[in-house]
């Protein structure tokens, strides 16, 4: 009993020691990135701006706005750079724990899905937000003019984000689907037609009604769908060895 409840504190100091050296590497890189938080939002607004009518800008309707909403902006910039030493403090907290089979199936799940996460950012910033802001633009009534405050913006910005980190999440899913023996490659390409049009609903969701912006997010989908089955068929001849 004793030594299970030195264990048992033993672990809670270990995991006191990651979530500090979590804490302390997102604070500098928060600090170090806080000088700038105007840019970081002007840089982040940019497929917004670039789209308004000329001389069109943006508001901010709240007295502390202006001041708060880049520094959110800053607080993001700096969990994302951090991310990759914050995972790693996730990682030698759990790893003693794993089997050396399950190491090396759980690390390259872990920086895969990573990668893709930011892949899904990316892909949302430089391809699909000019095409809706573009095309939220253009369907503005005559007369009206197209003025965004400057916190919906980031909402509607961090909503993406996810959407679009989450939906690049296919393939990980799959691999682990398979993995787990929950389901064969042979039944995924069974099931291919209504993953496509699931990926279409997705599409019609989450973007702007035009068939553009929806053809940008389903076909990404069924495109990480075909590779996460690839790479499920290939994975369990990889982790034998």
């Given amino acids: 009993m004793k030594l299970a409840s030195e264990s048992f504190i033993a672990h809670l100091i270990e995991l006191r020691s990651r979530l500090l050296y979590s804490f302390v590497a997102l604070l500098v ?104 802001f573009g095309f939220i633009t253009a369907s503005a009534p005559h007369g009206v003019a197209v003025m965004t405050d400057i916190d919906k913006y980031l909402s509607f910005v961090l909503s993406m984000f996810v959407a679009f980190g989450l939906a690049f999440q296919v393939p990980v899913v799959v691999v682990v689907l398979v993995r787990i023996n929950m389901v064969t490659t042979t039944r995924l390409r069974e099931i291919r037609p209504y993953i496509i049009v699931g990926a279409f609903v997705v599409g019609a969701i989450f973007t702007p009604p035009d068939i553009v912006s929806q053809f940008m997010l389903a076909m990404p989908l069924w495109l990480l769908y075909e590779l996460g089955i690839v790479a499920a068929g290939w994975w369990p001849a990889v982790s034998r060895n």
């Avoid at 982040?44 to 708060?68: E, N």
């Avoid at 910039?77 to 996730?90: E, H, K, R, S």
């Fill in 29 to 132: 890189v928060f600090l170090c990135l806080f000088p700038w938080a105007a840019d970081l939002y002007t840089l982040l607004a940019q497929p917004l701006l670039a789209k308004l009518p000329k001389g069109g800008q943006m508001i901010a309707t709240d007295v502390t706005t202006p001041f708060f909403v880049p520094l959110k902006v800053a607080l993001m910039g700096a969990f994302l750079i951090a991310l990759p030493y914050i995972l790693y403090q996730i990682w030698r907290f759990v790893a003693p724990g794993l089997y050396a089979h399950e190491k090396r199936v759980m690390w390259p799940l872990i920086v895969a899905s990573t990668t893709l996460f930011f892949c899904g950012m990316a892909f949302a910033y430089f391809l699909v937000f000019p095409v809706v």
